[in-house]
């Protein structure tokens, strides 16, 4: 039913829950996961304007907690032969997605929902309303 999984890794808690629901998932339909780490390029420069680094140094931080968390997924993913594919991207986050979704053809995309309000509630929610309008495909939200 599920031949191509694309998993959205951003480093929260409910991501590694997506993650490890998602090897589950794969290994029932003999699934591939796409797993997709996005450098949101528009949060690198508000990082750097507030913290006095640089935005090579916020970028370079950002991209090695995205390759940390990639690797999570794919170590369980192989501890539980489940084909895997880990990519970094830079970008919008929401686009990169869809726009992976799209190359690889998947048939199920499936994201980590923070129960955080606020600030970042706001941006969550307008980024998994959008997601779940533009998809080409299912859409699950692990909380």
Known sequence: MFE???LLISGSEESKNASEF???LAQIHN???IAVSVVDTSVVRQIA???GKSPGEVEMEIEENGW???Y???EIAKDNKVKIVVLLEHGLPQDKILSKAREYNVDLIILGQSNKRGTYGIYQDRFLQY???QALCPVLIIK
Do not use: G, P
């Open 68 to 70: 940390h968390h990639l």
């Open 31 to 33: 699934s591939q996961i």
């Open 22 to 24: 998602a090897v589950r």
């Open 4 to 6: 191509k999984i694309l």
């Open 72 to 74: 999570y997924a794919d």
């Open 49 to 51: 304007r507030t913290s």
């Open 131 to 133: 997601i779940l309008e």
